[in-house]
């Protein structure tokens, strides 16, 4: 499920050896796991304050935990250290766990969703941005939500007409509009 290359255990556990606390482990999780915008992230912590959805696999110098939940997007993972420019980095590589792209067949939501996590909010994360289905009419409307720099931006509505409504229709010829209900009144994150 999970593996980690030789060379990554000798360095895991030198920089476990290198910590004053001697009852750290390594936490891996997944940031919105099977989603395109999943991120594998590792941090120290103290075992004894995780809950038992952790599962604890032991090394050689150090012990990881994991998720239960999660085993399912950590399969045919690995860890492997790599010398950059910088030095020595760890690289984990797991193919599973963006989870994958729904099926035709699937509900429209659910693809829907799937685009505007793969497609439309990277764009929108480079202004501090995104954008969140609230539902679809039975009309087939779709009802979106803007956030971040997005929510009150003097450019939400290009960003609208011209991006996520022209990517979504694209993709989707059903859809008949799409509507926007963020407050844009809360100027606070806007991006312009």
């Known amino acids: 499920m999970f593996n980690i290359t030789d060379k990554a255990?000798?360095?895991?556990?030198?920089?476990?050896?290198?910590?004053?606390?001697?009852?750290?482990?390594?936490?891996?999780?997944?940031?919105?796991?099977?989603?395109?915008?999943?991120?594998?992230?590792?941090?120290?912590c103290f075992p004894k304050e995780l809950?038992?959805?952790?599962?604890?696999?032991?090394?050689?110098?150090?012990?990881?935990?994991?998720?239960?939940?999660?085993?399912?997007?950590?399969?045919?993972?690995?860890?492997?250290?790599?010398?950059?420019?910088?030095?020595?980095k760890l690289i984990i590589t797991a193919p599973n766990a963006k989870g994958e792209e729904p099926k035709e067949d699937?509900?429209?939501?659910?693809?829907?969703?799937?685009?505007?996590?793969?497609?439309?909010?990277?764009?929108?994360?480079?202004?501090?941005?995104?954008?969140?289905?609230?539902?679809?009419?039975?009309?087939i409307d779709v009802i979106l939500n803007f956030g971040g720099g997005c929510q009150g931006c003097s450019s939400v509505k290009s960003t609208l007409e011209q991006g996520v409504e022209a990517q979504l229709k694209a993709r989707f010829p059903e859809i008949k509009s799409v509507r926007d209900v963020t407050n844009h009144a809360n100027t606070d994150n806007a991006y312009m």
């Open 51 to 88: 809950s038992k959805t952790y599962q604890k696999f032991e090394y050689k110098g150090f012990d990881v935990y994991i998720n239960k939940l999660n085993f399912v997007y950590l399969k045919d993972s690995e860890v492997a250290l790599k010398d950059s420019s910088v030095g020595k």
């Open 9 to 44: 255990k000798v360095y895991m556990a030198d920089l476990f050896a290198q910590q004053d606390e001697k009852d750290l482990g390594l936490k891996v999780d997944i940031e919105k796991a099977g989603t395109p915008a999943a991120t594998v992230i590792f941090n120290f």
């Open 106 to 139: 699937a509900p429209l939501e659910e693809k829907i969703k799937y685009v505007i996590a793969a497609d439309i909010t990277p764009g929108l994360a480079s202004h501090g941005g995104f954008v969140e289905l609230v539902g679809i009419t039975k009309q």
